[in-house]
């Protein structure tokens, strides 16, 4: 069963820190590049950065440059994202999403194949 379970999600205080985690099960991660994306309801969902299955590759959008670094752990199937200097503004549900042979690029979220549930993240004092 192919499963892409998203965990690290929370409730910080704006300038704290979060490390989000996406797992992969029943595929390997290796030949896949993984993007974030956050959306809350009524809002288009929004690209947050990716990185390439070599891991070599890394980009992110500009509301969280500077703040935020995705990496990736192939030996654990797994990918990441450090989320520091944390503001009201970054509060959404956090989705992983995985594109085969893909390129580290800002692309439409419909050309992913494997989506996580999402993990909320709330920044308040």
């Known amino acids: 069963q192919l499963q892409f379970v998203e965990s690290g999600g929370g409730l910080v205080q704006p300038g704290g820190s979060l490390r989000l985690s996406c797992a992969a099960s029943g595929f390997t991660l290796d030949w896949y590049a993984i993007a974030w994306f956050r959306q809350n309801p009524g809002k288009e969902r929004e690209w947050v950065s990716c990185?390439?299955?070599?891991?070599?590759?890394?980009k992110y959008g500009g509301s969280v440059k500077g703040r935020f670094a995705i990496s990736r752990d192939n030996a654990k199937n797994s990918v990441y994202m450090q989320m520091n200097s944390l503001e009201p503004k970054d509060s959404d549900v956090y989705y992983c999403?995985?594109?085969?042979?893909?390129?580290?690029?800002?692309?439409?979220?419909?050309?992913?194949?494997?989506w996580g549930q999402g993990t909320q993240v709330t920044v308040s004092s």
């Open positions: 999403a995985a594109l085969f042979g893909g390129a580290c690029m800002n692309l439409s979220p419909s050309l992913y194949e494997y």
């Open positions: 990185i390439s299955g070599s891991g070599g590759d890394t």
